[in-house]
């Protein structure tokens, strides 16, 4: 990972065009290495030294505005900001051009310019003002992170003025967001008063009871369309007992390895595909229900549906969408329509990672702009994060794999906590109950941040692959656990 003292050696001595063409091939890098920034005198000496660098090139007009180096102002303000750094800030915000950062640094330091603990009341409206046009540049929607901004704002405001004894200015001070004139004239504190649960929310592990798990009408039918009308339809295939031309030993054992395959390889007359089909049928549908078990414990996901914001659902190994796919069935029962949030589907094989694809192509996610596949979470565009109401990195039966690198795992998983550190953030686990098999989920949790462990319980999942059937049911054993990441 780039380090700022580097970055900031580099700058001094390169031209303008140089910086650029730097810029723009290290992107991603830098942008990681503002992510990872922390708050110390050594880091905002280094982000002053560099922005003294820009401001000394004098850069003309289309360079200033070129996107690697307003790219550097809008990270350096971020960060500033979080430093509360108000001179520094000041800087970044008037190197910008009009855009929903520049306004969003501008609104912050409205309030920080303040000299008197009244003007929390009386220039409250024109705070509203400034907030309001930084939630969308007509292309891109932050509002969330205005929201965040206006919480926060919320939250330190009512603390300083309890502190300064000011409990007259702090009554009137929440008062207003609760003004229904100032709500009717300002829709971001329209849109606070609706969504400000969000940031308040608390986990609520929902009771447990008795159920045989079985497809819904949705997922019997999605079932059916995406992977085992092929498996029946096909000429090698006699149904029940021959699938694509072999027997169910044959492919358990040696065609999907009990779901450690190479899926991106093929085996005798199958091709990849063939072989991911195969384990959809196989073992696919025991992971969706056990995934369900999972989500509906868990009280807090669909509670950021259909509001402000996206939900980010980071599916690490995804396979073919299997808790994707249970996630969007979990929400359309609650909540009925169509069901949107932003899912990433990460896995090493390509194979998977197209069957993921196609089936999250269904009738009830509305995915246009919303689903991204990579190979390794390291691949991840953080700028996807944007207005994020909630992170729900999810890992199914993900440790049981002997390739797994649980290092390098925790390592980008801690990169997207830091990327987004005021948003709810949580790890969902699910795994085999054989001990060996859970070593390296054990390995992980040593190399995360601060978490808490919101729920942990091994139980047996009870399912039945058929809607209506009355046949006695399967029954896996499951260890589960929920980590919310501080």
Sequence with gaps: ???????????????????????????????????????????????????????????????????????????????????????????????????????????WLHHKHYTSARSHVGLFEAYLEKLSIAITDGEEDYENDVLRDLHTYYQETSVLLENYGRYDLLQQFQDQFGDEELIERHKVLDSYQINKHQFTTEVVIVEERDKIYEPSVFTAAL??????????????????????????????????????????????????????????????????????????????????????????????????????????????????????????????????????EYMMRNDVYVGENSTFYMERLGQLNYDDLNNANSIFVNTCYLFASDSLDEEELARDVMFVRKAKEKIPFYILYQNTTEVGKNTKYNSFKTHLGEFKVVFSRTCSIFYNTKRNNYNSPTRENVNFEILEII
């Design 1 to 107: 990972m780039m380090e700022l003292s580097d970055f900031s050696a580099r700058i001094i001595q390169l031209t303008p065009e140089e910086i650029i063409i730097y810029v723009g091939e290290n992107r991603s890098q830098l942008k990681l290495m503002f992510i990872n920034l922390e708050v110390e005198e050594l880091s905002i000496e280094q982000c002053s030294t560099v922005l003294l660098r820009l401001s000394s090139l004098d850069l003309a007009r289309e360079l200033k505005e070129s996107g690697e180096i307003q790219f550097l102002y809008k990270e350096f303000g971020l960060f500033l900001k979080k430093a509360n750094k108000q001179g520094h800030v000041e800087n970044c915000a008037n190197e910008l051009s009009n855009n929903i950062f520049k306004n969003r640094l501008i609104a």
């Design 223 to 356: 079932f059916e369309t995406k992977f085992l009308r092929y498996i029946k339809d096909h000429h090698r295939t006699i149904w029940y007992e021959i699938l694509l031309g072999y027997d169910a030993q044959t492919i358990r054992k040696r065609i999907i390895n009990f779901g450690q395959a190479h899926f991106d390889n093929t085996y005798e007359h199958l091709n990849a595909n063939d072989i991911v089909k195969l384990y959809s049928y196989f073992n696919m549908r025991k992971h969706f229900f056990s995934s369900l078990y999972l989500l509906e414990r868990f009280d807090l996901i669909y509670r950021y549906h259909n509001v402000n914001g996206r939900i980010k659902f980071i599916d690490i190994g995804c396979g073919p969408a299997t808790s994707g796919i249970a996630l969007v069935d979990h929400l359309y029962t609650k909540h009925g329509g169509t069901v949107s949030f932003d899912y990433f589907g990460v896995d090493f094989y390509q194979s998977m990672r197209e069957e993921a």
